[in-house]
Structures are given as structure tokens and as C-alpha cells.
């Protein structure tokens, strides 16, 4: 079963760190919040896996929005 995972800011290092978390074969991204959509489009072009990923400019939209399993602050 796969673990539905949202990540909160997702500049720099979270790309290093999403790369990790990728190779969990239970762990999708399903959402990202980052306040700076450069910082989102960097994140998807690093990881086509997250490309499907909801965004939101504000963490507690993604937090509202539901259908997560958990939460990674990067």
C-alpha cells in the first residue's frame, strides 16, 4: 500500500532530500507547498515522479485539501 506523502517547501536541499524519499517503493508525493512556484517547477523537472503532485503557494491549503497520509517539512 502506498503512503500518500505531501512535502512543505521544496527549495534547494528538498530535491536531494525528495530523491531519498523516491526510492521508497511505498512513498508518493502526491502534494507540495512552496511559496515560490520556481521552487515547485525545479522540484518536478528533478523528479517527473512528483509531476502529477498538487501545489499550493501556502502549506496549510495542502494540509486542508485532505487525502495525505503524511507530512514532510522540508
Do not use: C, W
Not at 534547494?12 to 520556481?38: C, H, I, Q, W
Not at 515547485?40 to 503557494?57: C, G, N, Q, R, V
Not at 496549510?60 to 485532505?66: C, E, R, S
Amino acid at each position: 500500500e502506498q503512503v500518500r506523502i505531501g512535502l512543505i517547501g521544496v527549495g534547494g536541499f528538498a530535491r536531494y532530500r525528495t530523491g531519498n524519499l523516491l526510492k521508497v517503493k511505498e512513498a508518493k508525493v502526491v502534494a507540495m507547498a512552496d511559496p515560490s512556484a520556481d521552487n515547485i517547477s525545479a522540484l518536478k523537472a528533478a523528479h517527473p515522479a512528483t509531476a502529477d503532485a498538487a501545489e499550493f503557494s501556502d502549506y496549510k491549503d495542502l494540509i486542508a485539501a485532505g487525502n495525505l497520509d503524511a507530512v514532510m517539512i522540508m
